[in-house]
């Protein structure tokens, strides 16, 4: 799943621009977060891998702004497992293990919209890298730390 | 006495011991267990060495590479490794590479620790060196590339490693700060701390009974020796440190990492283990301490001062926890150094030990038990912003605009610091502000205050809170206390004054 960020303007806000979107393409989104009142508003929403190029033209057409946040990547070659970036993550993405390894849980991290942990990493072993490489990303790497 | 009732072994016993491979080692994490499910005459009965460990950011870390000569022969002046410039402190072709030197590149992101460790796994680094020439050292410049295995001789030599134990630092001003702790978010969001705490090698001979001048070690992944107490070591109060010395071809680059710290600089984290022979019951209870009968400080980094204010002591225990309690807030606390490669280093001293690799060493001397940190003797004093600040001209946030701005022309001041009844800062207004006011025609100062104030302390030097005016492109800091209690204003007329600028 991707996550993507809408902003809407103040002439959008009244328009269901988002149910309009889920019917025409037929795909099923989920919703983070929302935040709206008169003047705008900030959608964060879910969407499948495949789906995303289709969901951010069709929001774009109707004069959405997109943006698709950047994903984080610990190189697991790199960290040393110091720990630095576990208690920064402000949405506990992040968590040591018992055998004191650091785990990197990808479905809880907000990606580039947060970035708090990518400059505090000693080791560089922390990178922001855009969605389109996600699979290429997901694939490659043996040391993603999933659950 | 049979052999059965001993209360003492030496050294030379267990070494006996490891060369037949009977000689039974744990780590310092197996020793405490044993020692609390079957006391401490039977530890002693079973156990001879304790390994111990600790992987860190150690700053103070380098490395002493001899060359070789180049023909023509160069007495080298200047010299960088990967743009790393290094020291040069000795004749001709000696160099020392310092892990906190940064690349001229890459600053910050690069530097001497980084270096040490591609050299260690063997990889090709580039030499640059300049020199003014001399009859008998021609040569006024050399470029090459080089591997360790190119050098003479390829030295660790650290001054200062192994910290007993360390701060836990925390931040309690408006801003992140960047620290050799790494990053600290505002208003004590975070907390970090380093050390392995149990783990850590003098913690579990801290009255250095073992551990003294000439003791073999595990460091960076190779074998090497204390050669000293390290600089600033201050065992009285459980703050020792170590001089380190090991040939860093052997070593690994696993455990002798380069790290990079935004904006403080680069570091290296070194892998260092001590085996503790248990000569006796006592070095059995020293071995068994635990990470809840072990302290240390949190310590606010944001007041630029040697002398930063302590908050609380806290035990390993709970700073392992992940969380402590500040000012009755809960605060998540990260771990700076690795406590997983901690337990490595340990664990590979007992494999090196099991395998008959490595057999212990008595000191031939002991290290000092009394010295302690002085501060350095300073000859000019430099200012503070309490040196400078002046009365503020306030206002109420009730106010007429009309009324504030007579009072900036009477009192011929740029700015007015809104406070409330009780003198806490809320806002401020600029000449500008009321300007701008007027000609749009607003009545209310709510309207036109900033209420995300930049402020200086009292305390703070002079330079830092010059700095923070640059670096926001303001012009004057209100000066608070720690309540947000208004005590003055410093601006950078008052800087450029005294510091001339």
């Known amino acids: 799943m991707a996550r993507i960020l809408i902003r809407l303007n103040e002439n959008l806000v009244s328009e269901p621009v988002v149910s309009e979107v889920i019917l025409e393409n037929k795909v099923l989104v989920a919703i983070l977060a929302a935040h709206i009142n008169s003047k705008g508003g900030e959608i964060v929403l879910e969407v499948p891998d495949e789906e995303v190029d289709k969901i951010v033209s069709a929001f774009r057409q109707k004069g959405a702004t997109v943006t698709v946040p950047k994903l984080i990547e610990i190189d697991s070659d790199r960290c040393f497992n110091c720990g630095s970036c576990v208690a920064l993550c402000p949405v506990e993405a992040i968590s040591v293990t018992k055998d004191l390894s650091i785990q990197f849980n990808k479905e809880k991290c907000v990606g580039s919209v947060c970035n708090i942990c990518v400059d505090a990493c000693p080791a560089r072993a922390i990178n922001s890298v855009r969605y389109s490489n996600a699979e290429h990303m997901r694939s490659s790497s043996s040391g993603y730390r999933e659950k | ?501």
Not at chain 2, 71 to 92: S, T
Not at chain 2, 139 to 167: E, G, H, M, P, S
Not at chain 2, 297 to 312: A, C, E, F, G
Request: with cysteine; charged share 25%.
């Open chain 2, 1 to 501: 006495m049979s052999k059965q009732d001993q209360k003492t072994r030496t050294i030379e016993e267990i070494n006996q011991k490891i060369i037949k491979g009977d000689a039974q080692v744990l780590t310092a994490e197996e020793m405490k267990k044993l020692v609390e499910s079957s006391g401490v005459e039977v530890a002693f009965k079973e156990v001879d060495v304790v390994t111990t460990g600790t992987f860190g950011a150690m700053c103070s870390s380098g490395a002493l590479i001899n060359l070789g000569h180049s023909d023509p022969p160069i007495k080298i002046q200047r010299a960088w490794l990967n743009d790393v410039e290094v020291c040069h402190p000795g004749a001709a072709v000696d160099l020392f590479i310092g892990a906190t030197n940064s690349c001229e590149k890459k600053p910050f992101e690069y530097g001497g620790g980084h270096v040490i460790q591609e050299l260690v796994a063997g990889n090709e680094v580039e030499l640059r060196a300049t020199a003014y020439g001399t009859d008998c050292y021609p040569r006024a410049a050399v470029k090459t590339t080089i591997t360790k295995d190119d050098l003479n001789q390829f030295y660790l030599l650290n001054f200062r490693n192994c910290y007993q134990r360390y701060n836990c630092a925390i931040n309690g001003s408006d801003e992140t700060i960047y620290t050799y702790m790494n990053k600290l978010l505002p208003r004590m969001r975070n907390a970090t701390f380093s050390g392995a705490g149990e783990l850590n090698p003098l913690m579990n001979d801290p009255d250095y009974e073992t551990i003294g001048f000439g003791t073999k070690i595990f460091l960076g992944g190779g074998q090497g020796y204390i050669i000293g107490e390290g600089t600033q070591h201050s065992p009285k109060n459980l703050n020792g440190t170590l001089m380190v010395k090991g040939d860093a071809k052997k070593m690994s680059p696993e455990f002798l990492q380069g790290a990079a710290f935004t904006r403080y600089g680069t570091s290296m984290y070194v892998g260092l283990g001590i085996p503790i022979p248990i000569l006796n019951e006592g070095l059995v209870r020293k071995t068994a301490i635990r990470d809840t009968e072990i302290f240390t400080d949190v310590i606010d980094y944001s007041v630029m001062r040697r002398d930063r204010p302590n908050l609380r002591k806290v035990s390993y225990a709970e700073l392992k926890s992940g969380a402590i309690t500040v000012n009755g807030k809960r605060v998540r606390v990260s771990s700076l150094s690795s406590l997983k490669m901690a337990k490595k280093v340990a664990q590979t001293l007992k494999d090196w030990i099991d395998e008959r690799e490595f057999t212990l060493t008595a000191p031939i001397e002991r290290l000092p038990l009394d010295t302690v940190v002085k501060p350095m003797r300073q000859t000019q004093e430099i200012p503070f912003v309490s040196n400078v600040m002046h009365p503020v001209v306030t206002c109420m946030e009730n106010e007429e605009i009309r009324a504030i701005a007579e009072r900036i022309v009477t009192k011929s001041v740029n700015h007015i610091v809104v406070i409330d009844s009780s003198g806490k800062l809320l806002g401020i207004v600029t000449s500008w502000d009321i300007t701008r006011a007027m000609a749009e025609g607003k009545k209310a100062l709510a309207d036109i205050e900033t209420r995300r104030v930049i402020t200086a302390k009292p305390d703070e030097p002079l330079e830092s809170a010059s700095k923070r005016m640059a670096q926001h492109n303001i012009s004057a800091l209100p000066v608070v206390d720690s309540d947000r209690k208004v005590l003055g204003i410093v601006t950078s007329e008052d800087v450029s004054k005294l510091l001339g600028r």
